[in-house]
């Protein structure tokens, strides 16, 4: 059962982590195209503006995946421990399924 709540968020964290590379190359091509057209068009040096913008999203989606994530899986790791001691101390033994486990109101 561990088991598979291990592969399930390894890969909810894989797809995530692939989302947070495919934006940030996104990111990075768009830029580069704009930049390009900035230096070619002559006008006033306006791309900072956007790489500013965008830059910040970035950083936000950065420290989603890669803090705020890893930080909520541990505390689920937690809690699905302190579950399983405690249904070992108490002697029921471990759910064959997760329809057999108690929901958060029990």
């Given amino acids: 059962m561990d088991d598979l709540f291990e592969h399930a968020m390894e890969s909810e964290r894989d797809k995530a982590i692939n989302g947070f590379y495919t934006h940030f190359i996104v990111f990075l091509s768009v830029i580069a195209g704009l930049a390009l057209i900035n230096l070619v068009s002559g006008d006033r040096f306006w791309i900072q503006w956007i790489v500013l ?7 936000f989606h950065a420290f989603m995946i890669f803090v705020r994530r890893p930080q909520q ?18 002697g029921q033994p471990a759910p064959t399924s997760p329809a057999d486990e108690p929901g958060p109101s029990a």
């Fill in 73 to 90: 899986e541990q505390k689920l790791r937690e809690l699905r421990r302190a579950r399983e001691e405690q249904r070992l101390s108490n």
């Fill in 53 to 59: 913008g965008w830059g910040v999203g970035i950083a």
